[in-house]
């Protein structure tokens, strides 16, 4: 389970990284979506996306019979900032990085499957974390599949904190060690 967690943790980097590198190509071909769009990869984003890898024409009906919420009153400010300079080659690395994307995105569904199956058998463990503020599937998971559910093995939360490295009095400041007052590491 540690691999899986570990494995989409990775994915999930990989699939930032896609939307950046696109986000970049339509900055360059002077493409401002996120100008009039919160979220470029939402339901309303990908649909143009796909449009724009497509060499389809984005009219003005499409985006007022498409677009999602507040974005169905921005369709003039948005066709406007749709008509850019996107060159067929800014088109050619946009479908590379949506295509990865889209595989990307489609790898991390399947490894979260294979995470619930392994959570299955820590059932308990497992919604017992949910119930812990802040922490979601996702985080729940990554716990059980770092430290599992044998807490016998430390010897009070301090020592699980240590291990975690989230000891209070580690205090480090540019490099430096300042001790709490206590050892040979006291700094003055």
Known sequence: MRDLTRYRKKLVQEATAE?????????DANVKLT??????FGVSGRLLLQKIVDHEVITMDFLETHM???LRHKSPKLLQSLN????????SMIRMSW????????SI?????????YTKDKEESFNLLL???????NAAAVILAEIGTDMSQFKS?????AWAGMSPGNHESAGKKNGSGQGPETVN
């Open 19 to 27: 939307k950046n590198r696109i986000h970049k190509l339509l900055q």
């Open 35 to 40: 100008s009039h769009m919160s979220d470029i």
């Open 68 to 70: 999602k919420g507040a």
């Open 84 to 91: 850019s300079r996107l060159r067929a080659h800014h088109r």
């Open 99 to 106: 295509e990865h994307l889209q595989y990307i995105e489609s």
């Open 109 to 117: 569904a399947q490894m979260e499957t294979h995470i619930r199956n």
């Open 131 to 137: 119930t812990v503020p802040g922490i979601n599937e």
């Open 157 to 161: 939360d301090h020592s699980l904190a």
